[in-house]
């Protein structure tokens, strides 16, 4: 949660004030400036802050909320723009794929209050189970993409967005990557503006899609593309920085600012929308230089549109079309383009750096859950959240990830492939349930597959920071809201065996999930303890290791606990363990596997 | 080229939950309060599940690119020694500052193996020698500082104190900027970390005190005594209750036909005695021998 958050909607800073903003912020201020009534959401890295700063602003000028998924919170926007209201939605990349179904439709539609999706894409995948290119879903629903550089253009831009939404009777996307919407730069802000009232508008013909509408409305579409095509060759939103003629670079977003970097004075044209292309204004520029490079990250977007036009062009042929980009990166890609000279860094500092990946955290409720599902030998379908980490050492319990809420029909597919000898087990986190874990379990109760499904419910959003959620009880901007009863929601559904346990109880966690995969047919296993990080940050009296009796087994330093290390004494040639006490929060786990009962609770082991 | 004229990179990195952002926070803002172009650009995520974190800060007349290039840092602040040697490439090599507190975080990645006479997989390079290598280097015990002003927590302010000795901003701004980011609670002790830390910096263009960070630990001594494990299972008290198998961290237990444990990899075996310990029936027991080195 963020900062201003917690601190609850405070009065909007006023227009001509200049403020460090992330991109994230900057996005959601530009959402509030233009007179937005409606944004929702479901959380993804890198663009959860842009809700949760919509929900610092008072909440008589916009409703923002969490919804169940990508595809919800797209609907809930659509229904906002169809009763005239700006709308807003913001999902990162691979959410886009969730909400496409309703996007495609919509394109067609149209809006009524303009409407606006914020998509944020992570070139790599510092987050993420891919990194695919958004700007293509632009291309395939024929929609714009305006690609800001820095914060202020990512305010602009996205005021920008609604405009062009409610002028071309089309929905926007505003493309950040990870880099803009975590870079805090100065941003000037601007008023909130107030949007001509409209009201519902009945018109079957172009809000019904049936067939014989849609098939109207297809024409429709493309005439808008093309309009939108010869309009962009004159917008501010794309513009040339004339220079040296010799070579210019077509190029857009962060990679702008890399190109900039190495080579401030070359001739760039300055995409800001990056579909559609502005052809007139592509080929004037590219008739006035010699030569013409692409700049772009991950798809070569721009180039192929490009070939297409039959302009020659190079991009590809010098920058990678994978990972995240970098002035390094860009640099090396002129230089193999013969336009600056190689890079030279003769670092003297030759050493493979300490590996330091990220681990759960001291107390963390998953690790029990992997623990056991080592112990019963399971075969698990996993999926995304905090708990895709049991995958490496030294739980490595997990052996598929897909996508959200793939991790249920996956097992199901195991299940009806009839090769696994071992007990199949879905783990699923309580949000990632909620967000498409429902349907895939109804269709293994449906199917009467012979799996396991364990949800790890700790009660909180938690890989993206602690967002609420409807099993939480609580909205977006805090307000209390009825909590999803997930053991008699499993019931209601048709399950027959559901066990709630303790997160804490290794015993009887691996007694339950013994006898749930026993059981013939779809069983349900509930954990239940929080987060403990989030909402709250939760710190118990700490454990210690009596280091007279510790046996150096080190069968603790099998949960991964990263308040556990070595200590300096040692046994029989190998480290005694000992606990941080500032670190541990006491779940106890430690003590409950320690074989000489060397793990105590802090103040108990002093009094011995 | 003029020093007002191009653009200053600063790198702060460390580990979630030390206050990386806080200094990079601190730091954009004196920067723009004194009519700066800044960016600072850093990575959300896995931040918090104990991975190292870093922010970029560039500040000058006008910047491009939110992160720094390779090799372009002009001052690299570590707020954990490990993280510090993970950036210290990217330092300027002729002009660079390191400033890093000595304070070590092993990750429990670095305590996997079960090797004998095994230490912990940390950074093993001394600060003495990474010192040798850079124009400028502090490595200090801002932990150790900031603990005994009160709250070790501060330990990121004392490395703001060492910092605003390589950057040209008065000491009253910091101090300002300071007071106006952290908890009202807190501004007294991050005043007089600030001070500390700028203070211990002024002594030198290089610095070390590691006294409390055990970095300087000698390794000639040993400790891990030649042994000769040897395990032995009494069948007949096994009842195959699979305990041992489950719980051996090595693996190196199976149950036979007549479902009775047995150590089908002795090679892996560690000697451990985990098995032995949590045998029920007492069936197992492991000595460890030490063996005496004939040849000396």
Same mark, same amino acid.
């Given at each position: 949660?963020?900062?201003?958050?917690?601190?609850?909607?405070?009065?909007?800073?006023?227009?001509?004030?200049?403020?460090?903003?992330?991109?994230?912020?900057?996005?959601?201020?530009?959402?509030?400036?233009?007179?937005?009534?409606?944004?929702?959401?479901?959380?993804?890295?890198?663009?959860?802050?842009?809700?949760?700063?919509?929900?610092?602003?008072?909440?008589?000028?916009? #409703?923002?909320?969490?919804?169940?998924?990508?595809?919800?919170?797209?609907?809930?926007?659509?229904?906002?723009?169809?009763?005239?209201?700006?709308?807003?939605?913001?999902?990162?990349?691979?959410?886009?794929?969730?909400?496409?179904?309703?996007?495609?439709?919509?394109?067609?539609?149209?809006?009524?209050?303009?409407?606006?999706?914020?998509?944020?894409?992570?070139?790599?995948?510092?987050?993420?189970?891919?990194?695919?290119?958004?700007?293509?879903?632009?291309?395939?629903?024929?929609?714009?993409?305006?690609?800001?550089?820095?914060?202020?253009?990512?305010?602009?831009?996205?005021?920008?967005?609604?405009?062009?939404?409610?002028?071309?009777?089309?929905?926007?996307?505003?493309?950040?990557?990870?880099?803009?919407? #975590?870079?805090?730069?100065?941003?000037?802000?601007?008023?909130?503006?107030?949007?001509?009232?409209?009201?519902?508008?009945?018109?079957?013909?172009?809000?019904?899609?049936?067939?014989?509408?849609?098939?109207?409305?297809?024409?429709?579409?493309?005439?808008?593309?093309?309009?939108?095509?010869?309009?962009?060759?004159?917008?501010?939103?794309?513009?040339?920085?004339?220079?040296?003629?010799?070579?210019?670079?077509?190029?857009?977003?962060?990679?702008?600012?890399?190109?900039?970097?190495?080579?401030?004075?070359?001739?760039?044209?300055?995409?800001?929308?990056?579909?559609?292309?502005?052809?007139?204004? %592509?080929?004037?520029?590219?008739?006035?230089?010699?030569?013409?490079?692409?700049?772009?990250?991950?798809?070569?977007? %721009?180039?192929?549109?490009?070939?297409?036009?039959?302009?020659?062009?190079?991009?590809?042929?010098?920058?990678?079309?994978?990972?995240?980009?970098?002035?390094?990166?860009?640099?090396?890609?002129?230089?193999?383009?013969?336009?600056?000279?190689?890079?030279?860094?003769?670092?003297?500092?030759?050493?493979?750096?300490?590996?330091?990946?990220?681990?759960?955290?001291?107390?963390?409720?998953?690790?029990?859950?992997?623990?056991?599902?080592?112990?019963?030998?399971?075969?698990?379908?996993?999926?995304?959240?905090?708990?895709?980490?049991?995958?490496?050492?030294?739980?490595?319990?997990?052996?598929?990830?897909?996508?959200?809420?793939?991790?249920?029909?996956?097992?199901?597919?195991?299940?009806?492939?009839?090769?696994?000898?071992?007990?199949?087990?879905?783990?699923?986190?309580?949000?990632?349930?909620? #967000?498409?874990?429902?349907?895939?379990?109804?269709?293994?109760?449906?199917?009467?597959?012979?799996?396991?499904?364990?949800?790890?419910?700790?009660?909180?959003?938690?890989?993206?920071?602690?967002?609420?959620?409807?099993?939480?009880?609580?909205?977006?901007?805090?307000?209390?809201?009825?909590?999803?009863?997930?053991?008699?929601?499993?019931?209601?559904?048709?399950?027959?065996?559901?066990?709630?346990?303790?997160?804490?109880?290794? =015993?009887?966690?691996?007694?339950?999930?013994?006898?749930?995969?026993?059981?013939?047919?779809?069983?349900?296993?509930?954990?239940?303890?929080?987060?403990?990080?989030?909402?709250?940050?939760?710190?118990?009296?700490?454990?210690?290791?009596?280091?007279?009796?510790?046996?150096?087994?080190?069968?603790?330093?099998?949960?991964?606990?990263?308040? %556990?290390?070595?200590?300096?004494?040692?046994?029989?040639?190998?480290?005694?363990?000992?606990?941080?006490?500032?670190?541990?929060?006491?779940?106890?786990?430690?003590?409950?596997?320690?074989?000489?009962?060397?793990?105590?609770?802090?103040?108990? =082991?002093?009094?011995? | 080229?003029?020093?007002?004229?191009?653009?200053?990179?600063?790198?702060?990195?460390?580990?979630?939950?030390?206050?990386?952002?806080?200094?990079?926070?601190?730091? =954009?803002?004196?920067?723009?309060?004194?009519?700066?172009?800044?960016?600072?650009?850093?990575?959300?995520?896995?931040?918090?599940?104990?991975?190292?974190?870093?922010? #970029?800060?560039?500040?000058?007349?006008?910047?491009?690119?939110?992160?720094?290039?390779?090799?372009?840092?002009? %001052?690299?602040?570590?707020?954990?020694?490990?993280?510090?040697?993970?950036?210290?490439?990217?330092?300027?090599?002729?002009?660079?500052?390191?400033?890093?507190?000595?304070?070590?975080?092993?990750?429990?990645?670095?305590?996997?193996?079960?090797?004998?006479?095994?230490?912990?997989?940390?950074?093993?390079?001394?600060?003495?020698?990474?010192?040798?290598?850079?124009?400028?280097?502090?490595?200090?015990?801002?932990?150790?500082?900031?603990?005994?002003?009160?709250?070790?927590?501060?330990?990121?302010?004392?490395?703001?104190?060492?910092?605003?000795?390589?950057?040209?901003?008065?000491?009253?701004?910091?101090?300002?900027?300071?007071?106006?980011?952290?908890?009202?609670?807190?501004?007294?002790?991050?005043?007089?970390?600030?001070?500390?830390?700028?203070?211990?910096?002024?002594?030198?263009?290089?610095?070390?005190?590691?006294?409390?960070?055990?970095?300087?630990?000698?390794?000639?001594?040993?400790?891990?005594?030649?042994?000769?494990?040897?395990?032995?299972?009494?069948?007949?008290?096994?009842?195959?209750?699979?305990?041992?198998?489950?719980?051996?961290?090595?693996?190196?237990?199976?149950?036979?036909?007549?479902?009775?444990?047995?150590?089908?990899?002795?090679?892996?075996?560690?000697?451990?005695?985990?098995?032995?310990?949590?045998?029920?029936?007492?069936?197992?027991?492991?000595?460890?021998?030490?063996?005496?080195?004939?040849?000396?």
């Amino acid at each position: 949660m963020t900062h201003a958050l917690r601190q609850g909607a405070t009065e909007p800073l006023g227009a001509g004030q200049s403020r460090p903003m992330t991109g994230n912020e900057a996005i959601a201020r530009g959402v509030w400036e233009a007179g937005a009534r409606v944004a929702a959401a479901y959380p993804g890295t890198p663009s959860t802050e842009i809700l949760e700063s919509l929900a610092a602003y008072p909440a008589a000028d916009i #409703h923002a909320q969490w919804s169940t998924n990508e595809k919800t919170a797209m609907d809930v926007a659509i229904g906002a723009s169809f009763a005239g209201t700006r709308a807003f939605t913001a999902m990162k990349h691979v959410g886009m794929n969730v909400a496409a179904d309703a996007l495609m439709s919509f394109s067609y539609i149209g809006v009524n209050g303009g409407l606006v999706v914020a998509v944020c894409d992570d070139p790599g995948i510092h987050s993420s189970q891919n990194e695919q290119d958004s700007r293509i879903y632009a291309r395939f629903a024929h929609v714009p993409v305006l690609e800001p550089s820095d914060g202020q253009e990512a305010l602009e831009f996205t005021r920008t967005a609604f405009d062009l939404s409610e002028e071309y009777d089309c929905p926007v996307f505003v493309r950040s990557t990870t880099r803009l919407s #975590h870079t805090r730069s100065a941003v000037t802000l601007g008023a909130r503006q107030t949007p001509a009232a409209r009201v519902f508008e009945d018109n079957p013909r172009k809000n019904v899609m049936i067939p014989a509408h849609a098939r109207m409305r297809h024409g429709h579409v493309l005439a808008r593309e093309a309009r939108l095509r010869e309009a962009l060759s004159d917008s501010p939103l794309n513009r040339v920085e004339p220079g040296d003629a010799r070579v210019g670079i077509i190029t857009s977003g962060i990679p702008y600012t890399y190109v900039k970097e190495c080579l401030p004075d070359v001739s760039v044209l300055k995409l800001g929308v990056t579909w559609p292309l502005p052809d007139r204004l %592509i080929r004037e520029f590219c008739a006035g230089v010699e030569r013409v490079i692409v700049v772009e990250e991950l798809e070569p977007l %721009i180039e192929d549109a490009l070939k297409a036009m039959g302009i020659a062009c190079e991009g590809k042929a010098f920058f990678p079309r994978e990972g995240e980009f970098s002035p390094e990166i860009v640099h090396d890609g002129l230089a193999k383009a013969g336009l600056m000279p190689a890079r030279v860094h003769a670092a003297p500092f030759e050493f493979a750096p300490m590996v330091r990946p990220p681990v759960l955290c001291a107390g963390c409720p998953h690790v029990a859950c992997f623990m056991a599902l080592g112990a019963i030998d399971a075969r698990v379908a996993g999926d995304i959240g905090c708990y895709t980490l049991a995958v490496v050492e030294p739980l490595k319990s997990m052996d598929t990830c897909v996508s959200m809420g793939s991790s249920i029909a996956n097992a199901v597919g195991m299940a009806k492939a009839g090769t696994e000898t071992r007990p199949i087990v879905a783990t699923i986190g309580d949000s990632t349930f909620l #967000h498409s874990g429902i349907p895939p379990l109804i269709d293994a109760i449906y199917n009467d597959a012979d799996i396991t499904v364990f949800i790890l419910d700790n009660h909180i959003t938690a890989m993206t920071g602690g967002q609420d959620h409807p099993g939480t009880g609580r909205t977006l901007r805090g307000d209390p809201a009825p909590r999803v009863d997930f053991f008699a929601l499993v019931k209601a559904l048709g399950v027959r065996w559901v066990q709630k346990v303790d997160s804490y109880d290794t =015993a009887s966690m691996q007694r339950q999930l013994r006898e749930a995969v026993a059981h013939k047919g779809v069983s349900v296993v509930i954990s239940d303890r929080p987060c403990v990080l989030d909402p709250v940050r939760i710190k118990g009296p700490a454990m210690a290791v009596d280091q007279d009796s510790c046996i150096a087994c080190q069968a603790c330093m099998n949960l991964g606990c990263p308040a %556990i290390t070595w200590a300096e004494g040692w046994h029989e040639g190998r480290h005694k363990v000992q606990i941080d006490p500032e670190a541990c929060i006491g779940c106890s786990l430690c003590a409950q596997l320690c074989a000489s009962h060397s793990i105590k609770p802090a103040d108990i =082991a002093e009094q011995v | 080229m003029d020093k007002r004229n191009r653009t200053t990179n600063v790198l702060i990195v460390g580990v979630g939950g030390q206050g990386v952002i806080m200094v990079s926070k601190v730091l =954009a803002q004196l920067c723009q309060e004194a009519g700066h172009d800044v960016k600072q650009s850093e990575v959300h995520g896995m931040a918090k599940r104990g991975g190292g974190v870093f922010s #970029h800060v560039r500040f000058g007349p006008k910047v491009w690119s939110p992160t720094i290039p390779e090799g372009e840092v002009d %001052i690299l602040v570590a707020l954990e020694w490990a993280e510090g040697l993970r950036w210290i490439r990217h330092l300027k090599p002729e002009t660079g500052t390191f400033i890093a507190d000595c304070q070590k975080i092993v990750p429990p990645f670095a305590c996997r193996s079960r090797k004998r006479g095994a230490e912990p997989a940390y950074a093993p390079q001394t600060p003495e020698e990474i010192i040798d290598q850079v124009h400028a280097g502090y490595v200090m015990d801002a932990t150790g500082l900031a603990a005994n002003l009160g709250n070790a927590r501060a330990a990121n302010t004392v490395l703001l104190g060492a910092l605003s000795t390589a950057l040209d901003f008065p000491e009253a701004a910091w101090a300002q900027v300071i007071a106006a980011t952290v908890p009202p609670k807190s501004v007294g002790i991050n005043a007089r970390a600030f001070t500390e830390g700028r203070a211990w910096a002024l002594g030198g263009t290089k610095r070390i005190d590691v006294t409390a960070s055990g970095l300087q630990k000698s390794r000639a001594e040993v400790h891990h005594p030649q042994v000769e494990t040897v395990v032995e299972i009494t069948a007949d008290w096994c009842k195959g209750c699979d305990i041992c198998v489950k719980s051996c961290p090595e693996r190196c237990l199976r149950l036979n036909d007549q479902l009775k444990a047995e150590l089908a990899l002795p090679e892996l075996c560690t000697g451990c005695q985990l098995c032995s310990w949590l045998c029920p029936d007492m069936a197992i027991s492991v000595t460890n021998t030490p063996v005496q080195e004939a040849a000396s």
